[in-house]
């Protein structure tokens, strides 16, 4: 009751209504308002301060559960997580919501490949063991579209290879995978996709086998078989995309580089854990 009426005060509402209409003494809110806050009080302030800090720093896509990852992590705020969710429903903040869409148009694959992956996701993979791609959609201007073709390398969770382009083709994919030609591991490499034209061709086939890449694909329809994958890019539409309204290529394209460089070297994932450092 006394922190409303201390809200609206500052707007204009008369503290004498305020308190009749809370059935609260004015001399008891005085009393509160006048007082020295505890130490604890003192604490919550500030972590309210820094929860706004982190929320807005990062646009809004981090949830209580990254944010008392990044308090702990990087600021040293020794937090329970159940404090920050109890503070951000106090401030009526919340992460952006992830909407899935999925898009799949049927082809007639020149090759295909088993799904020798077999969603072995629970396993720690070395760095360049097994790679994900896949290629995704962004609309700008007036109803431009350009698309994006990334490679996740999952054991070490960074993107280690992607382009942006105007044409959704072959050249696209090979542009993309030119980039670690000298990371891939003869034998030893697994590449994982979809059953998309550019990846069924005879020309992908033919880099597959010169590079000696063990290839992987998805049962038809099975999105999940991809699951990763298909996370990142839930993950970026919401977190860079949804957030801002893209005029033309050039920008689309800054912000990309500029949000895969942050979650390959900065962004905050659950697994560095909600456990308060000692």
Known sequence: EYQTIKRLGKQGFKIIYLCESLEVSRAGYYK???????KSEKRLRHLIQLIQRVYHKH????GYRRITIYLNHFLNAKVNHKCVYRLMRLLEIK???????????PHSPQHVAENVLDRAFDVDYEPMQVLLTDITEFKY??????????????????IVAYKLSDRNNNALVNDTINQINDLILPGETLLHSDRGFQYTSNDFKKYVEKHQIIQSMSRVGRC?????MENFWGIIKVEMYRLTTYETFEELENDVKQYIEFYNTKRVTLKMGLSIPA
């Open 32 to 38: 509160w308002l006048n007082r020295k806050p505890t």
């Open 59 to 62: 646009k809004g896509i981090y």
């Open 95 to 105: 992460a952006v919501i992830r909407r899935k869409r999925y898009n799949y148009k």
């Open 141 to 158: 201007g007036n109803n431009s579209k350009a698309y994006l073709s990334a490679i996740l390398d999952y054991g070490a969770n960074k």
């Open 224 to 228: 999940i078989d991809n699951g990763p």
